[in-house]
């Protein structure tokens, strides 16, 4: 099993807009975290903990092909994505269906 942290900053990222604390002005490249999101993969098979408005930017970086599930409030199942069948009480905003879709 491989677990992979896409992303583990705040609900707002790090730095956040406006913040003038010492993390967020800081030049140190670990004080630029995304939000947070988990990969992981096992068996052949993968599952996104967890999804946020840095998605699209996490699964480029990680090069992400493919995902076989999505677990948010509910668990999303790969055909439901590519279907365009789930609804959850994510905020769209927050859950970019357009970017999981072509995961699947």
Do not use: N, W
């Amino acid at each position: 099993m491989k677990l992979t942290f896409l992303g583990t900053g705040t609900s707002t990222g790090v730095p956040s807009i406006g913040c003038e604390c010492e993390t967020c002005t800081s030049s140190d490249p670990r004080d630029k975290r995304l939000r947070v999101s988990v990969l992981i993969e096992h068996a052949g098979q993968s599952v996104l903990i967890d999804t946020s408005s840095d998605f699209r930017q996490q699964a480029l970086r990680y090069g992400l092909k493919r995902l076989d599930a999505v677990r948010e409030a509910l668990d999303v199942p790969r055909s439901k994505i590519r279907h365009g069948e789930f609804t959850t009480p994510v905020d769209d905003a927050q859950l970019s269906f357009e970017d999981l879709t072509v995961l699947t």
